[in-house]
């Protein structure tokens, strides 16, 4: 690929029809942007996101242990696959500094995901790589010399494309897990500077956990690269990723109502404190409590903290949202 071209890849009827429902997904999540600020939906999100990148390359790491790193607790877990959160986590809170084009800003994130992980975090590869499934090789990528004349291409397509930016991201997601730039490390780079080429067209997709539907259809998601790389049209990929990108955002859009978090939303007066709903709801065991009522209530953000800044805090209690609101009314 030069300067002068473009990736292969064809416009589909079924690309075109995902782009259009995506964008009235990303309309109708909108309303709600405000009012996610003020909850711990974004944050849920991110660790989500995390745990669903993650697990993608074989860490085991539970969405709690994951949560407890965040808080700084202490996780028994193997030291490698905690430091792969640690990592993880911090370039996720960076990456609103970064720009997607800029070569410099990608070898950073890549020192950042891979500190203490790899001899040289944040350097393309110096030797042959391919991608494995079992004992057979499915992709050998380009030579280790053709690596940064391929990735200034990209990167310079990428920076002057006119496609639309859910076109143009899922083209560079499937275009750099072909070049595969680095020695490892290159699935979950991918995954992320899609999620920073998305979020510069709309900041809603800085906290919409893709990677985690990702996850739940990774056998999809190779058959997907696989399929690409064997017509060397990358349409079948970006098919694929709109069906995910789409997905993340329906329940973002349509709150998901479990049967406790319903009875939580019929009880909750006001404003409550933690006790007092449990109470309401004659449950003793916080710890269940908390996992199958408060929290999901809390991600599809329809209740909130009426101290949001400070979540654990002996005077924190919980209100309706809107969100709530208009789903209570709507019995």
């Known amino acids: 690929m030069s300067k002068t071209s473009s990736p292969p890849f064809t416009i589909t009827s ?4 995902l782009v259009a429902e995506i964008g009235q997904a990303v309309g109708s999540l909108s309303v709600f942007a405000a009012q996610a600020k003020a909850l711990r939906l974004r944050r849920l999100n991110r660790i989500r996101t995390i ?15 994951i949560t407890d790193i965040l808080e700084g607790k202490r996780v028994i877990a193997p030291p490698r696959e905690i430091q792969e959160a640690r990592n993880a986590i911090k370039a996720y809170d960076l990456f609103g500094q970064w720009q997607p084009w800029r070569q410099e800003d990608l070898l950073t994130a890549h020192g950042i995901i891979m500190d203490g992980l790899l001899d040289a975090p944040g350097k393309f590869r110096a030797s042959g790589v391919g991608i494995m499934a ?12 053709r690596v940064q004349p391929l990735v200034r291409d990209l990167l310079h397509w990428l920076k002057t494309t006119a496609e639309h930016p859910l076109i143009a991201s899922s083209v560079f997601h499937y275009e750099f897990e072909f070049i595969h730039p680095f020695a490892d490390g290159n699935g979950r780079m991918g995954r992320l500077w899609q999620t920073l080429i998305l979020s510069r067209w709309n900041p809603l997709f ?16 190779y058959a997907a690269l696989n399929q690409s790389t064997g017509k060397a049209d990358s349409a079948p990929f970006i098919e694929f990723m709109l069906q995910m990108i789409l997905g993340a955002l329906t329940p973002q859009v ?14 909750l007066a006001g404003e409550m404190s933690r006790e007092e709903i449990q109470r309401a709801l004659g449950l003793q065991d916080r710890k269940s409590f908390r996992a199958r009522y408060l ?3 809390l991600a599809e953000g329809l209740i909130a903290m009426t101290i949001p800044d400070k979540p654990n805090s002996r005077l924190q209690k919980y209100r309706l949202t809107e969100t709530g609101r208009a789903w209570r009314q709507g019995l």
Do not use: F, M, W
């Open 254 to 267: 349509t709150p998901q109502v479990t049967p406790q978090v319903a009875r939580l939303l019929q009880v």
């Open 295 to 297: 929290i999901p209530a």
């Open 14 to 17: 079924g690309i075109v029809s």
């Open 206 to 221: 800085a906290h919409v956990p893709v990677e985690s539907l990702v996850h739940e259809h990774q056998r999809e998601y």
């Open 51 to 65: 745990h669903g990148s993650l697990a993608i390359e074989g860490n085991i790491l539970s969405l709690e242990q």
């Open 134 to 145: 079992g004992k057979e090789v499915i992709h050998l990528a380009p030579p280790a010399d």
